[in-house]
């Protein structure tokens, strides 16, 4: 394996080239300067799986970082999600008052932390420390110092009700009704709009700025691919271009792994030729399925399958009228799955009346099982 692949097919780890995300990253640059104030100071981001949101949020990080700011960044996937912020808020209060330099504090760093801070918090007066009051102490005091704290949470559509709940009583108090340098971005999965944002104790949340992020369009995805290799003193054919471009459809995941792939197949030239981008994604093909593919499938409801069951019967982009045919169900039911799907990253509208799987190797899958 060639070790100076300029490709990353990893979740959660930045690109070489983040392609297509400016406007999103100015969005959070120009919240984060101005204040509070700003729309987007609280923002949910949300995407399919591998569109990218995990590495936004390290980019909303690092944008508060280089101002100075402080980070706490947790996923709502890990257990006691309030407990970790405010043990984290509790740790950056700390380090502020001895004059230690801003950090990021995630997850990982709290879980060392937690069971410290747990008892020192809750003995002595006897009062427990809760989020609120963490992080409006911390928010008080960063004011002061003329600085401010970014709080992101990823995997927002795993938050249990309860602890959702009282994420939103803080932020909204500190950042919306105190006006105190705390700002927020949220990532999720679309499907955060159908389960937990449609309680209606969710205002906050609902109320929040949004930002979807959508596949790459062809221009970004030609940089996506073309830059890393370049600078990597490598060379890649205009068709082999093109190849990795439409199969990629633009999902960033996807994008990688077909890069990564395409770049292994030209072995020490570094040329790659249609013949790589070729045998590449053959290679890629696999990975999507039990990275991409098969997680989403895992997620489905019965009738959502049969949905895609039916598209799976076409060789190419399907009519929705002919799915609802063989489905035995009207065109209005139908709808429904097709929304539900597209928010899980299955499929995509491929113009008037038709739809189009996400990942095409999701067809040959689908038929393997029948
Ligand atoms: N704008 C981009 N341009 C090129 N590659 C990107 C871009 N955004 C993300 N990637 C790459 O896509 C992959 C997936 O990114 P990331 O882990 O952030 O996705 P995600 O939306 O958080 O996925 P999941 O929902 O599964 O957590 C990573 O390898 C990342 O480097
Ligand atoms: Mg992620």
């Given at each position: ?246 199969a990629s459809g633009?999902h960033?995941?996807t994008?990688?792994l077909l ?22 994604a053959l290679e890629s093909e696999q990975a999507l399925l039990d990275q991409i593919v098969k997680?989403i499938w ?14 799976s ?33 299955a ?10 799987f996400t990942h095409q190797s999701m067809r040959p899958w689908l038929r393997s099982?029948?």
């Amino acid at each position: 394996m060639a070790d100076n692949n300029p490709f990353l097919p990893t979740f959660g780890t930045s690109p070489p080239m983040l392609a297509g995300r400016d406007g999103v990253v100015a969005r959070f640059h120009r919240a984060f300067e101005r204040g509070p104030a700003h729309p987007d100071y609280t923002m949910l981001i949300s995407g399919v799986r591998g569109s990218g949101k995990t590495v936004m949020l390290n980019e909303a990080e690092d944008t508060a970082l280089n101002l100075g700011w402080r980070v706490i960044s947790v996923s709502a996937s890990a257990r006691d999600l309030c407990r970790q912020i405010t043990n984290a808020a509790l740790e950056h209060l700390r380090e502020t008052e001895a004059g230690k330099p801003s950090r990021r504090i995630s997850s990982m760093n709290v879980m060392g932390l937690g069971v410290a801070w747990t008892q020192q918090s809750t003995t002595g007066t006897g009062i427990t420390v809760d989020l609120r009051s963490s992080l409006t102490s911390l928010a008080e005091l960063l004011a002061r110092k003329d600085t401010g704290l970014l709080l992101t949470v990823d995997e927002m559509q795993a938050t249990e009700r309860d602890e959702a709940t009282e994420l939103a009583v803080a932020i909204q108090h500190i950042a919306r009704r105190e006006m105190l340098p705390l700002a927020f971005v949220g990532a999720a999965l679309p499907e955060i709009d159908e389960t937990l944002l449609a309680d209606r104790g969710m205002t906050f949340f609902q109320r929040c700025a949004r930002a979807r992020l959508l596949p790459l369009n062809q221009d970004e995805t030609q940089t996506a691919l073309a830059l890393p290799v370049e600078r990597a003193k490598g060379r890649i054919d205009h068709d082999a271009l093109r190849l990795n471009v439409e199969a990629s459809g633009g999902h960033p995941f996807t994008i990688q792994l077909l890069g990564y792939h395409s770049w292994e197949m030209a072995g020490p030239d570094r040329h790659i030729t249609l013949k790589h981008a070729r045998a590449g994604a053959l290679e890629s093909e696999q990975a999507l399925l039990d990275q991409i593919v098969k997680p989403i499938w895992s997620s489905l409801s019965a009738m959502d399958r049969m949905f895609l069951q039916a598209m799976s019967i076409d060789d190419t982009d399907s009519e929705i009228h002919r799915i609802a045919e063989r489905l035995g169900r009207s065109p209005n039911y139908v709808q429904n799955y097709r929304r539900r799907l597209i928010d899980a990253g299955a499929i995509e509208p491929a113009g008037r009346g038709k739809l189009r799987f996400t990942h095409q190797s999701m067809r040959p899958w689908l038929r393997s099982q029948q």
